[in-house]
């Protein structure tokens, strides 16, 4: 370990104070009926573990909303591993994805900084050869690889294409995925009509189903024989529109047809086909394909001392259960930036937890690289805020602002309270702790604090790149 990285995580690991925050269990429901244990609050154990750094393992689910899982009230769908994998470590209750589309969060993700912040970020999402992430901009993959990690990202990249913009160029060794939002589940026709499944930077052949494909690969990457502490960002493309299943070849065939007809996006996007059943299906799916890695996980010796997260790139659209959350994906309300998300290390963070605090993807950003004993590039500050001390020695979470801005909408959170202007210019202001849906809205009753709020998400603005005409 480089001596920067053996001095940064000697702190990180060092005693500090137990902290606890108000919890509730999974569902009452659930306990009365026996089915689980119940959660409890979130409490650190410091002092506990083994000191090694840590591998990463962080699995994004795709346009995945906020109650898709069982373990967050889906009553229609089942999802056992990664209901299990909640029981092994913290759900959390009030995560945010760090915008309300793929690819800026994606770019909050790698770089830990607000979507703004980068020409490539303006754009939600991406969807020409003109617009990536600047390879020479600071990553997760490459601030972890610069302190001793070995990267990989498979999956859904969605930060440009080839020829300028590439995993392998933004610090990931390893690249087996697409570059695109979307494509087809078998032929991989993708969002600009051509085929989009990479190994590098070469087409690679498989016309099984992709979500198949890609846990396959990411089985056999977690079973290796690692030397040094590795990431994986492992991105599904489930339950992203188009709406097919393992079994639907006929139909992905069809797509694919009206893809090669010119007719891209139209094809893509499915607007005639999907229901709440292939829904279902499609998230289930990505339940078992999950439950296939962390056994490989497990089968290799690494569980206990590897840091998996899960959660989604934006909340769900068309047939995604977010109730009680109002909005979807491209809006800034709840439905649009609540996410699942999971977090589980046994060698460090205890099971059957959960955690209110509010904590967004920067935030993840943050952590993961003061756990990886890694430091941010002072030239391109970080936006998100590491929750080490809080998972690991029970410090007060860091006090600060969640801010997040698209085109049209903008949002601030600041503890409960949340500022929030709608499409049509006009702004609301909603306490989250009495209505997580929105609808409560005291902009006139609470005239002072919403100038505050509003004051507060017009400074941060005032550093980012404007959008383009």
């Given at each position: 370990?480089?001596?920067?990285?053996?001095?940064?995580?000697?702190?990180?690991?060092?005693?500090?104070?137990?902290?606890?925050?108000?919890?509730?269990?999974?569902?009452?429901?659930?306990?009365?009926?026996?089915?689980?244990?119940?959660?409890?609050?979130?409490?650190?154990?410091?002092?506990?573990?083994?000191?090694?750094?840590?591998?990463?393992?962080?699995?994004?689910?795709?346009?995945?909303?906020?109650?898709?899982?069982?373990?967050?009230?889906?009553?229609?769908?089942?999802?056992?591993?990664?209901?299990?994998?909640?029981?092994?470590?913290?759900?959390?209750?009030?995560?945010?994805?760090?915008?309300?589309?793929?690819?800026?969060?994606?770019?909050?993700?790698?770089?830990?900084?607000?979507?703004?912040?980068?020409?490539?970020?303006?754009?939600?999402?991406?969807?020409?050869?003109?617009?990536?992430?600047?390879?020479?901009?600071?990553?997760?993959?490459?601030?972890?690889?610069?302190?001793?990690?070995?990267?990989?990202?498979?999956?859904?990249?969605?930060?440009?294409?080839?020829?300028?913009?590439?995993?392998?160029?933004?610090?990931?060794?390893?690249?087996?995925?697409?570059?695109?939002?979307?494509?087809?589940?078998?032929?991989?026709?993708?969002?600009?009509?051509?085929?989009?499944?990479?190994?590098?930077?070469?087409?690679?052949?498989?016309?099984?189903?992709?979500?198949?494909?890609?846990?396959?690969?990411?089985?056999?990457?977690?079973?290796?024989?690692?030397?040094?502490?590795?990431?994986?960002?492992?991105?599904f493309t489930t339950p992203h529109w188009p709406w097919t299943g393992e079994g639907d070849e006929e139909a992905g065939a069809e797509i694919a047809a009206r893809i090669r007809a010119g007719n891209v996006l139209g094809a893509l996007r499915h607007d005639d086909g999907g229901s709440v059943e292939k829904y279902r299906e499609m998230v289930e799916n990505l339940d078992a394909a999950v439950g296939k890695v962390l056994t490989a996980l497990r089968r290799s010796g690494q569980e206990d001392n590897?840091?998996?997260?899960?959660?989604?790139?934006?909340?769900?659209?068309?047939?995604?259960?977010?109730?009680?959350?109002?909005?979807?994906?491209?809006?800034?309300?709840?439905?649009?930036?609540?996410?699942?998300?999971?977090?589980?290390?046994?060698?460090?963070?205890?099971?059957?937890?959960?955690?209110?605090?509010?904590?967004?993807?920067?935030?993840?950003?943050?952590?993961?690289?003061?756990?990886?004993?890694?430091?941010?590039?002072?030239?391109?500050?970080?936006?998100?805020?590491?929750?080490?001390?809080?998972?690991?020695?029970?410090?007060?979470?860091?006090?600060?602002?969640?801010?997040?801005?698209?085109?049209?909408?903008?949002?601030?959170?600041?503890?409960?309270?949340?500022?929030?202007?709608?499409?049509?210019?006009?702004?609301?202001?909603?306490?989250?702790?009495?209505?997580?849906?929105?609808?409560?809205?005291?902009?006139?009753?609470?005239?002072?604090?919403?100038?505050?709020?509003?004051?507060?998400?017009?400074?941060?603005?005032?550093?980012?790149?404007?959008?383009?005409?």
């Amino acid at each position: 370990m480089p001596e920067i990285s053996r001095r940064a995580f000697g702190g990180l690991v060092g005693a500090g104070a137990v902290g606890t925050v108000a919890a509730t269990t999974v569902t009452a429901t659930a306990e009365a009926a026996g089915r689980a244990p119940a959660e409890r609050p979130f409490r650190a154990r410091p002092g506990s573990g083994s000191g090694r750094r840590p591998n990463v393992l962080f699995i994004l689910g795709d346009d995945l909303g906020w109650a898709d899982l069982s373990s967050y009230g889906a009553p229609h769908i089942r999802t056992p591993h990664l209901d299990r994998l909640a029981a092994q470590g913290v759900r959390f209750t009030n995560a945010y994805s760090g915008s309300a589309t793929c690819s800026p969060t994606r770019f909050s993700l790698y770089t830990g900084r607000f979507p703004g912040r980068t020409k490539g970020g303006l754009a939600e999402p991406i969807g020409n050869r003109t617009q990536g992430l600047d390879p020479h901009h600071p990553t997760l993959a490459s601030l972890l690889k610069k302190a001793g990690y070995d990267t990989a990202l498979i999956g859904k990249w969605h930060c440009g294409w080839l020829p300028d913009y590439s995993p392998t160029k933004s610090g990931w060794d390893e690249f087996f995925g697409n570059f695109g939002g979307a494509l087809e589940y078998f032929s991989k026709l993708g969002q600009l009509g051509d085929y989009d499944l990479y190994e590098g930077d070469a087409t690679y052949q498989d016309l099984r189903y992709y979500t198949t494909v890609l846990t396959e690969r990411a089985v056999e990457y977690v079973g290796r024989e690692h030397h040094r502490p590795w990431l994986l960002n492992l991105n599904f493309t489930t339950p992203h529109w188009p709406w097919t299943g393992e079994g639907d070849e006929e139909a992905g065939a069809e797509i694919a047809a009206r893809i090669r007809a010119g007719n891209v996006l139209g094809a893509l996007r499915h607007d005639d086909g999907g229901s709440v059943e292939k829904y279902r299906e499609m998230v289930e799916n990505l339940d078992a394909a999950v439950g296939k890695v962390l056994t490989a996980l497990r089968r290799s010796g690494q569980e206990d001392n590897t840091v998996v997260v899960f959660a989604s790139d934006n909340g769900g659209e068309r047939f995604s259960y977010q109730w009680p959350l109002s909005g979807s994906k491209s809006q800034l309300l709840e439905g649009g930036i609540r996410v699942p998300t999971i977090l589980r290390w046994p060698d460090r963070i205890g099971a059957r937890q959960v955690s209110h605090e509010p904590v967004y993807s920067p935030d993840w950003t943050a952590t993961l690289l003061e756990l990886g004993g890694a430091r941010p590039d002072p030239a391109y500050p970080l936006d998100g805020h590491s929750f080490a001390g809080y998972l690991l020695r029970g410090e007060r979470v860091p006090e600060r602002d969640l801010f997040w801005r698209i085109r049209n909408n903008r949002a601030l959170r600041r503890g409960d309270w949340k500022y929030y202007r709608d499409a049509a210019g006009k702004d609301h202001l909603y306490n989250l702790a009495a209505d997580e849906r929105e609808q409560a809205d005291l902009a006139t009753e609470r005239a002072d604090r919403l100038a505050e709020l509003r004051t507060a998400w017009e400074r941060i603005n005032a550093g980012l790149l404007p959008y383009p005409s």
